[in-house]
């Protein structure tokens, strides 16, 4: 049974940084991709950041620069750090998990909530 589960997520004052992980367990993740979404209150879930079953890693327009996904040796611990944020970047951020580079993500996290004030 494949689980995830974040953690790392509080409040902090704007231009601060926070990093949350994602361990992941009941496979062995090296051949999945990995991602990190994020829903605000009273909008739809979005994309944030994912990284593919080797190295490469892709982002949002939104947190191009600030933000920096990565993944631990053993390939199932996930990393976001995310720096200089803003109060629109607070929001419930989940992890997912997915089999090779394309296609539906199929596991997902409870969340973690992020809170950026200004």
């Known amino acids: 049974q494949v689980q995830l589960v974040e953690s790392g997520g509080g409040l902090v004052q704007a231009g601060g940084s926070l990093r949350l992980s994602c361990a992941a367990s009941?496979?062995?993740?090296?051949?999945?991709?990995m991602g990190w979404f994020r829903q605000a209150p009273g909008k739809e879930r979005e994309y944030v950041a994912h990284?593919?079953?080797?190295?490469?890693?892709y982002y949002a327009d939104s947190v191009k620069g600030r933000f920096t996904i990565s993944r631990g040796n053993a390939k199932n611990t996930l990393y976001l750090q995310m720096n200089n944020l803003k109060p629109e970047d607070t929001a419930v951020y989940y992890c997912a998990a997915r089999y090779g580079d394309y296609g539906p993500w199929d596991y997902w996290g409870q969340g973690t909530q992020v809170t950026v004030s200004s």
């Open positions: 990284i593919r079953s080797g190295t490469s890693t």
């Open positions: 009941g496979r062995t993740f090296s051949s999945y991709s």
